[in-house]
């Protein structure tokens, strides 16, 4: 099974600020990895699918890119809406994988 | 506007059972795969389940084979997931989802209902 490492776990930052979170596959896969946003007490919202495609209505600071085995989430300049719960997920054969999540924190 | 809604969460005994169910609107529900997915209190998110249109076709995370089992009826527009033998670690929020297939993920998601497994 494909093993998805997120981090990092904690990140801290500011209004302001670009911040990258990282996704590693444990094997060559292919760009089925999407990313989510969940708030305390909410269902996960869809950002980024297909490694890259901003899902319609999410703001633009939010990207998404890939390289080999690594995912990576960029927020361009954090808005305080952002401060949030992340994870990547990837989809293979039917089956579907979650990294843990990195929770970003206001500094 | 698709919308999602679970129901049938609580306290249940270890080794108990408990269905959920999961009301579709606002989309064609016939016409998507469909998921359970969990997540423990403080935890990350947990695929649980899979099922395609006609329900002839359903896929489980390892761990659960077995105890668990994924439903639906067209005619009601409602996912289903049977619960049995259940234990502590069960203990989640359990939101249903529906599948982009051309996205390999969930872009609807409902509200969850939480599953409280203790004596």
């Known amino acids: 099974d494909i093993q998805m490492t997120q981090s990092p776990s904690t990140l801290s930052a500011s209004v302001g600020d670009r911040v990258t979170i990282t996704c590693r596959a444990s094997q060559s896969l292919s760009s089925w990895l999407a990313w989510f946003q969940q708030k305390p007490g909410k269902a996960p919202k869809l950002l980024i699918y297909?490694?890259?495609t901003l899902e319609s209505g999410v703001p633009s600071r939010f990207s998404g890119s890939a390289s080999g085995t690594e995912f990576t989430l960029t927020i361009s300049s954090l808005q305080p809406d952002d401060f949030a719960t992340y994870y990547c997920?990837?989809?293979?054969?039917?089956?579907?994988?979650f990294g843990q999540g990195t929770k970003l924190e206001i500094k | 506007e698709a919308h999602l809604v679970e129901s049938g969460g609580g306290l249940v005994r270890p080794g108990g059972s408990l269905r959920l169910s999961c009301a579709a609107s606002?989309?064609?529900?016939?016409?998507?795969?469909t998921s359970w997915v969990r997540q423990a209190p403080g935890e990350g998110l947990e695929w649980v389940a899979n099922i395609n249109q006609d329900g002839s076709e359903k896929y489980y995370v390892d761990s659960l084979k077995g105890r668990f089992t994924i439903s639906r009826d067209n005619a009601k527009n409602s996912l289903y997931l049977q619960m049995n033998s259940l234990r502590a670690e069960d203990t989640a929020v359990y939101y249903c989802?529906?599948?982009?297939?051309?996205?390999?993920?969930?872009?609807?998601w409902g509200q969850g209902t939480t599953v409280t497994v203790s004596s």
């Open positions: 297909k490694a890259s």
């Open positions: 989802a529906r599948i982009v297939a051309a996205a390999g993920t969930w872009d609807v």
């Open positions: 606002g989309f064609t529900f016939s016409s998507y795969w």
């Open positions: 997920q990837h989809y293979d054969n039917y089956l579907y994988t």
